[in-house]
């Protein structure tokens, strides 16, 4: 069985940095894409951040230039450093990444559970 969980969450004030990480454990053959997600009260589930077996980051446009995405393959992990937060940063944020287990013939997509982020001004 495949997992992923999120660590790093809190309160912290306007201007604050906050280091998100989600780890991927279990049968694991191999990580494609891996992202953030958030969703704030009221609102639709937003991607946040992207990041490919390759590297290859995609960015929402209103984080562009204060959140940064990084993986480290070996651990099957994700990060989201996150710089300069904002009030409207505030939302659960939701790990998310496409995974092939072993013995399986495709990849599927999996959900961390989610961790709260609230910025306070």
């Known amino acids: 069985q495949v997992q992923l969980v999120e660590s790093g969450g809190g309160l912290v004030q306007a201007g604050g940095s906050l280091r998100l990480s989600c780890a991927a454990s279990g049968r694991i053959f191999s990580i494609n894409a891996m992202a953030w997600y958030r969703q704030a009260p009221g609102k639709q589930r937003e991607l946040v951040a992207a990041?490919?077996?390759?590297?290859?980051?995609n960015y929402a446009e209103s984080v562009k230039g204060r959140f940064t995405i990084s993986r480290d393959n070996a651990k099957n992990t994700v990060f989201l450093q996150m710089n300069s937060l904002k009030p409207e940063d505030t939302a659960v944020y939701y790990c998310n990444a496409q995974i092939r287990s072993v013995g399986g013939a495709t990849y599927k997509n999996y959900w961390g559970q989610g961790t709260q982020i609230t910025v306070v001004s």
């Open positions: 990041i490919t077996s390759g590297s290859s980051t």
